[in-house]
């Protein structure tokens, strides 16, 4: 968890190492790395929000550059604080929201129970919190607050800037391709196992359960792959289900979107994925943008998971660009 804190010649981060998840609340179960993510987050905005009251009492006349300064951060800060919010009162159980909370309270008293030496490190402070997350050097911090801000809308992450740009051309992975993939900045890149999947991204910095994955299939030497659903059908797998297809186009290119469901595991231990596949084929190749949740229990309804991520796997595959 990290706090802020006023120190003689600046405000720094704190980090708090916690050795145990038991210093917020205890449960039978270990907390998923996604809910420790939300309450480290959740940790450094109230020690934020905290600041700024600190500053408001004890400098009376910087109250107007608080004001200003949290109007400039209501997006994203407050909105990550209140989505976190609402993340963790479904999460967890409303006694182990409440000690979170207590206990993030009285970590944030104990640092801030001493006064600001001057005003001048206030000021500096102020001036930091109104240029938003791009102030904050830690990359985790910068991450939460962005993946939780936009917990409620993913695909906004993108439509307000936070993007970083996925490029295909000589990565080892996918010679002679040249895609440009706007990825939201939240997301973590990670290594991909498959020979054909260049790159997958994880939600929440590596913490959620959604995933962006570019695969590139080499068609040459095979017959051409007319993209339509009886092609689709032939290559699904039998494990998989094919829920619903759409013609797209990518950069152009007409392509199709396929929304599939796949089986993992044996009967007394089923899981399953819901993929959306935005297909097309240029230049002896397939390529495959693939937007997926899971996996998670085969009993478990995913429709309104989608619905959530949808509008962000097809702008994604909307904004890909395809270079000559």
């Known amino acids: 968890m990290r706090l802020l804190i006023f120190t003689k010649s600046k405000i720094i981060i704190l980090l708090l190492i916690c050795t145990s998840p038991a210093l917020f609340y205890s449960q039978a179960q270990k907390p998923t790395p996604k809910v420790m993510f939300a309450i480290e987050t959740y940790a450094y905005l109230k020690g934020q929000s905290a600041a700024l009251r600190t500053i408001a009492k004890q400098f009376p006349d ?3 550059k608080v004001r200003a300064a949290e109007n400039n951060a209501e997006n994203p800060f407050i909105r990550a604080e209140r989505n976190i919010e609402r993340f963790l009162q479904d999460e967890l159980t409303a006694t182990e929201f409440k000690i979170v909370k207590r206990n993030i309270d009285s970590l944030i008293n104990v640092q801030l129970q001493n006064p600001i ?5 206030a000021i500096d402070f102020l001036e930091k919190v109104s240029k938003g997350t791009h102030h904050i050097a830690d990359t985790l911090v910068s991450k939460g607050i ?4 936009y917990h409620d809308s993913p695909h906004e992450e993108i ?3 936070h993007i970083k740009t996925f490029v295909t051309k000589n990565h080892p992975k996918a010679e002679q391709t040249a895609l440009k993939v706007p990825i939201p900045h939240s997301w973590l890149a990670e290594e991909a196992h498959m020979p054909e999947t260049v790159q997958q991204f994880t939600s ?8 962006i994955t570019i695969v590139v299939f080499d068609l040459s030497g095979q017959p051409e792959v007319i ?6 059908l032939e290559m699904i797998p039998p494990e998989s289900a094919l829920i619903r297809t759409d013609n797209v186009k990518i950069d152009g290119i007409p392509g199709m979107m396929v929304d599939v469901e796949k089986s993992l595991g044996n009967a ?3 899981m399953k994925i819901r993929m959306l596949q935005f297909l ?4 002896q190749k397939l390529y495959c943008l693939q937007g997926s949740i899971g996996p998670v229990a085969s009993k478990k309804n995913l429709d309104l998971q989608i619905k959530k991520y949808e509008p962000l796997f097809r702008l994604i595959a909307s904004k890909t660009v395809i270079e000559d």
């Open 227 to 232: 993209l339509n659903e009886k092609s689709i």
């Open 268 to 270: 007394d231990d089923q």
């Open 146 to 149: 962005l993946s939780f801000a």
């Open 204 to 211: 929440y910095y590596g913490t959620g359960n959604e995933k």
């Open 117 to 121: 030496e001057k005003q001048k490190y």
């Open 159 to 161: 439509n307000d800037g």
């Open 62 to 64: 910087l109250v107007p």
């Open 280 to 283: 097309f084929t240029q230049k």
